[in-house]
Nanobody, 115 residues
């Protein structure tokens, strides 16, 4: 059974940093495309970043230059390093295994950027 567990969210001031983690189990982690999404209150869930099995990455324009996605296959974990955070980054952040009909989501972790 696939399980994705996010951690690392919290309250941070504008300009601050957070690192999110997503620990995966029940899958052969290294071969999967992994992604981070986010959903702000009243808005649709949106893609933030993806990373392939070969460590190719893609980012939404609104996080380019500020966020970095990475993975550690030995730990079955994908990370999202978030720097220069803005109030508009406030959202629930979700980890996702991208695999078509076999895709799976984590439960999400809240990130709040506020002074």
């Amino acid at each position: 059974q696939v399980q994705l567990v996010e951690s690392g969210g919290g309250l941070v001031q504008p300009g601050g940093s957070l690192r999110l983690s997503c620990a995966a189990s029940g899958i052969t982690f290294s071969i999967n495309v992994m992604a981070w999404y986010r959903q702000a209150p009243g808005k649709q869930r949106e893609l933030v970043a993806t990373i392939t099995s070969g460590n190719s990455t893609n980012y939404a324009d609104f996080v380019k230059g500020r966020f970095t996605i990475s993975r550690d296959n030995a730990k079955n974990t994908v990370y999202l390093q978030m720097n220069s955070l803005k109030s508009e980054d406030t959202a629930v952040y979700y980890c996702k295994r991208e695999r078509g009909r076999a895709s799976a989501w984590g439960q999400g972790t809240q990130v709040t950027v506020s002074s």
